[in-house]
């Protein structure tokens, strides 16, 4: 019914930077909203920053201040922007999209994209 293509993982040396992409297409009405989590090894998935379909936008304590997230509503993409990235924030990167369905089905759903991983050497 939807689909999510990620984009933009990678190795990337400490203090470097990345953006990753997810687009969704499919069976779409609307989307509620956008996110990324992340999950390193042998560690829970954490949500790292969310936005709403009005613009709002929140962020995990450990990445406010370097990373960014946006979203092209005209292309059901959102983009996570990565700057001054540490070891730590190595982990795989999920996309995750709440999505209401279009009729019949008319109903409310998340999304998860199948991961990206970002490794930062240190």
């Known amino acids: 019914q939807v689909q999510l293509v990620e984009s933009g993982g990678g190795l990337v040396q400490a203090g470097g930077s990345l953006r990753l992409s997810c687009a969704a297409s499919?069976?779409?009405?609307?989307?509620?909203?956008m996110g990324w989590y992340r999950q390193a090894p042998g560690k829970q998935r954490e949500l790292v920053a969310n936005i709403i379909s009005g613009g709002s936008t929140s962020y995990a304590d450990s990445v406010k201040g370097r990373f960014t997230i946006s979203r092209d509503n005209a292309k059901n993409t959102v983009y996570l922007q990565m700057n001054s990235l540490k070891p730590e924030d190595t982990a795989v990167y999920y996309c995750?999209?709440?999505?209401?369905?279009?009729?019949?089905?008319?109903?409310?759903?998340?999304?998860w994209g199948k991961g990206t991983l970002v490794t930062v050497s240190s």
């Open positions: 499919g069976s779409i009405f609307s989307i509620n909203g």
């Open positions: 995750n999209v709440r999505v209401t369905l279009t009729p019949p089905y008319y109903y409310t759903r998340d999304y």
